[in-house]
């Protein structure tokens, strides 16, 4: 099983701030690295998949990059709706399917 | 536009049975994977159990395997997800989700709470 370690757990940081997200895997998952956004109360929702590609209609302010082992999710100005919990999941090697343990970004 | 819309969860007791119904609308739904991710109180998520769009394939996590048993029923545009021996580990948040991976569409998920 493919684990994914995300880091930091909690990242505080102001609105017009650079965030920069961790997710590292175990084993190479190649470009099969995908982020999830989750705001309290509600299901998650596909931002990035394919380690880079933004999904139909995600601002041009979420970005990701990486690939094998080591990859970034980089919001280059936050709003303040960007405030949630964000997880990776790679889809390489599978089942199981697996995420990591989220990042819990907060208004500082 | 493409939903999917769980039902099914409750309290239930320890060893109990439950059924989850996901009603998918919008996509033809036989082309389509789907999917079960569950997600505990405050924790996050966990991958759950897959079925192919033709219902042959079916994927367990190693933590339900045996236990629980996800079918489909493509006359009705639904998926199901048969949870027997339950244990207080398994309350959470159950979300169907469209595909196998990427999951690009989510239900608003259906609490299943196991507790005596």
């Known amino acids: 099983e493919i684990v994914l370690t995300q880091s930091p757990a909690t990242l505080s940081l102001s609105p017009g701030e650079r965030a920069t997200l961790s997710c590292r895997a175990s084993?190479?998952?190649?470009?099969?690295l995908t982020w999830y956004q989750q705001k309290p109360g509600q299901a998650p929702r596909l931002l990035i998949y394919d380690a880079s590609k933004r999904a139909t209609g995600i601002p041009a302010r979420f970005s990701g990059s990486g690939s094998g082992t080591d990859f970034t999710l980089t919001i280059s100005s936050l709003e303040p709706e960007d405030f949630a919990i964000y997880y990776c999941q790679q889809r390489s090697n599978w089942p199981p399917i697996t995420f990591g343990q989220g990042t819990r970004l907060e208004i500082k | 536009e493409v939903q999917v819309l769980e039902s099914g969860g409750g309290l239930i007791q320890p060893g109990g049975s439950l059924r989850l119904s996901c009603a998918a609308s919008g996509f033809t739904f036989s082309s389509y994977a789907m999917s079960w991710v569950r997600q505990a109180p405050g924790k996050g998520l966990e991958w759950v159990s897959g079925?192919?769009?033709?219902?042959?394939?079916?994927y367990y996590a190693d933590s339900v395997e045996g236990r629980f048993t996800i079918s489909r029923d493509n006359s009705k545009n639904t998926v199901y997800l048969q949870m027997n021996s339950l244990r207080a580990e398994d309350t959470a948040v159950y979300y169907c989700?469209?595909?196998?991976?990427?999951?690009?569409?989510w239900g608003q998920g259906t609490l299943v709470t196991v507790s005596s």
């Open positions: 989700a469209k595909d196998f991976h990427d999951f690009w569409t």
């Open positions: 084993q190479s998952v190649s470009s099969y």
């Open positions: 079925i192919s769009g033709s219902g042959h394939a079916t």
